[in-house]
């Protein structure tokens, strides 16, 4: 079984939209939770981190459910810069191994 | 620029032939990682440092690959006697141990193509 599992869509969505995607994780003694974006042919940009208590960053929300190993990140208002694969990535241990799903691509629609 | 950093950003090579690849971390961070990461997947971990001590390989990485951090600043990763499936993008990260969080920062990544 794979440490992180993402739906690898695509997610296509007219500009404007609510979009969500998760991701499941199957070590229960993960410790850190993040979002990473990367853009076609680039390196993997931070999102954001993910705290227990949710956290959000303008249009962007990251909420933790650690008794069901899942992490969800909600765009609100979709932009045509949006448009990316989201890297769901998580950390056992003390920042030593990562583990990145595969991503999910989302296209934004004009 | 006070970035991760990486060169050459592309490299193609012969089946059989060896090639090393570069990187410079964020000045003040003292972790550094390789991923390799292939079409339609995420980065896969290859190998981290802590300063220059290597503290962790992936059972990915076969005994055709090497890498250094040899004054705990830049890193190296050498891929001996290339095979076509060698062929990816190597991505390098660093981050700041301890810290707040363990965010990685990634350079640009340098593109392996093996023919």
């Known amino acids: 079984r794979k440490e992180v599992e993402q739906d690898p869509g695509p997610f296509n969505v007219p500009e404007g939209a609510t979009v969500a995607f998760n991701c499941t994780y199957s070590?229960?003694?993960?410790?850190?939770f993040f979002w990473y974006r990367q853009d076609c042919r680039k390196e993997p940009k931070l999102l954001m981190s993910?705290?227990?208590s949710g956290n959000e960053d303008g249009r962007f929300t990251a909420q933790l459910n650690r008794a069901s190993q899942y992490i969800s990140l909600l765009i609100r208002d979709s932009k045509l810069s949006d448009s990316a694969t989201y890297l769901c990535?998580?950390?056992?241990?003390?920042?030593?191994?990562?583990?990145f799903g595969t991503g999910t691509s989302l296209t934004v629609i004009p | 620029d006070t970035g991760v950093s990486q060169d050459p950003r592309h490299k193609i090579t012969k089946r059989g032939q060896n090639v090393t690849f570069r990187c410079d971390p964020i000045?003040?961070?003292?972790?550094l990682y390789w991923y390799r990461q292939t079409l339609g997947q995420g980065p896969e971990f290859l190998t981290y440092?802590?300063?220059?001590?290597?503290?962790?390989k992936s059972r990915l990485l076969s005994d055709r690959f090497s890498a250094e951090r040899p004054k705990g600043s830049f890193s190296t990763l050498e891929i001996q006697r290339t095979e076509q499936g060698d062929s990816a993008m190597y991505l390098c990260?660093?981050?700041?141990?301890?810290?707040?969080?363990?965010?990685?920062?990634f350079g640009p990544g340098t593109r392996l193509t093996v023919t």
């Open positions: 990260a660093s981050s700041l141990f301890p810290g707040p969080s363990y965010e990685q920062y």
């Open positions: 070590n229960s003694a993960s410790q850190s």
């Open positions: 993910v705290y227990s």
């Open positions: 990535v998580v950390n056992i241990g003390t920042g030593n191994q990562f583990y």
């Open positions: 000045s003040e961070h003292n972790r």
């Open positions: 440092f802590q300063n220059e001590a290597q503290l962790e």
